[in-house]
Structure formats: C-alpha cells, structure tokens
C-alpha cells in the first residue's frame, strides 16, 4: 500500500538556520512520482517540486534543495539560510501509476526573526 | 492567470442543509479533484474525475456527492451537512495520466454547526 510519513509535526527555527525536512514513503510499484508542496499563512497549495523514480538526481533550486534517496525511501527537502518567508506548512505527496496524490500529514515549519 | 478557481471562500452551514462548492480550471486540464483538508490528517481525497464525464470515488467520499459538469467545471455538493464535514476544501486539477502535477485551488473553509 501507498504511504507518506511525515514524521516531523512541527519545527522552529531561527532566521538564517538551514533545515531538512524530512518524508519517507511506501510503495510497491517501481514507477511512481513525489511532490512537494507548501501551503503558506493565507492557506494555498503551491507546487514547489516533483520529482521521478528512475530520477535520483538531487535538485537546487536557489535556497531550497530536494534529495531524493531510493535505497532509504526518502525524498527530503533542506531549506538553507531560512526566512521568515518560508514559515509554512510542507507536505510531502506520493502517486503512482495514478494521477491521485497520496499526502503525507504534513511539517509546520515557524522561522523566527 | 487564474488558474482553478472555487468559490465559496468561506462558507457556515447548519447541521442538515445542503450547499455546493464550485470549482472551475483554465487550464484545459483532463483531471479534477475535490480534497480535504484535515487538521494533523493532510490531504484526503474525496473524488475525482478523470475526464468529462467520469466521476470516482476517492478515499472518503461518504456524505459527498460530484458532478463534472463540463471539462472546466467540477462541483462537490453536500447534501445534508454534519459537523464532521467541517474542513477546508480544495479543488485541483491536472493534464491527467500517472505523474503530472496537480494545481490546487485557494480552498473553501467551510464550517457545520
């Protein structure tokens, strides 16, 4: 069965501290898909990544980075020399040979000032 | 740049009465989906449709009901609301087919009493 665990609730940080979020996934399928998304204050979901099994290419893009690790089933995502901006809420989503996410519980991150 | 669009924003209902959320997509996107969001639970899905249509059930569509009225419009209706219903709902969309991003609408807070 499909699966996403998230296992960090919630987080703080101070401003300009890195920090790795952290998702693990289940799946018995070899083809599937991982996304990440962040829902900000105002309550939006905004697409931030996606990535393929069969691509294990870590991914920058500015201050976020995504490393992708099949061997631990994990797909996790640091934030370096975090800001107040990026204070959210991250989920981690799976899907496989569907177009239906399957959503981790999700990581609040708080950055302080 | 709209993007999917659902309306109500916010929305408090009494325990029995009915109402629907709608959602429409500029995308010319295939898929569309109706999720809920729960708090420590993440996304769920309630239903989805794969083309114009088809409807499916997701993995909480008890008390809900859905039409995919045309390609660009998906309608999630509850036709006697409980508080259990309280949640904030999000439609979404996608191309379709196994992996391709899904875009999400701003969310609907919607309140039974």
């Known amino acids: 069965a499909q699966k996403v665990t998230q296992a960090q609730t919630e987080i703080s940080v101070v401003e300009k501290e890195d920090v790795t979020l952290d998702c693990v996934y289940e799946?018995?399928?070899?083809?599937?898909?991982l996304f990440w998304y962040k829902q900000p204050p105002s309550g939006e979901l905004v697409f931030l990544i996606r990535r393929n099994s069969f691509d294990e290419q870590n991914e920058i893009s500015g201050r976020y980075s995504w490393n992708f690790q099949k061997s631990t089933s994990s797909f996790n995502f640091t934030i370096t020399a975090s800001q107040v901006v990026d204070s959210a809420v991250y989920f981690c989503a799976l899907s496989e040979d569907t177009d239906k996410l399957i959503f981790g519980t999700g990581t609040r991150l708080q950055v302080f000032p | 740049n709209a993007g999917v669009t659902q309306t109500p924003k916010f929305q408090v209902l009494k325990t029995g009465q009915s109402m629907t959320l709608q959602c429409a997509q500029d995308m010319n996107h295939n898929s569309m989906y109706w999720y809920r969001q729960d708090p420590g639970m993440g996304l769920r899905l309630i239903y989805y449709?794969?083309?114009?249509?088809?409807?499916d059930k997701g993995e909480v569509p008890n008390g809900y009901n859905v039409s995919r009225l045309n390609k660009r419009e998906f309608s999630l209706r509850l036709e006697s609301a409980a508080p259990s219903q309280t949640s904030v709902y999000f439609c979404?969309?996608?191309?379709?087919?196994?992996?391709?991003?899904?875009?999400f609408g701003e969310g609907s807070w919607l309140t039974v009493v």
């Open positions: 799946t018995r399928d070899t083809t599937y898909y």
């Open positions: 449709s794969a083309s114009e249509g088809t409807t």
């Open positions: 979404a969309s996608s191309q379709g087919g196994s992996g391709n991003t899904i875009y």
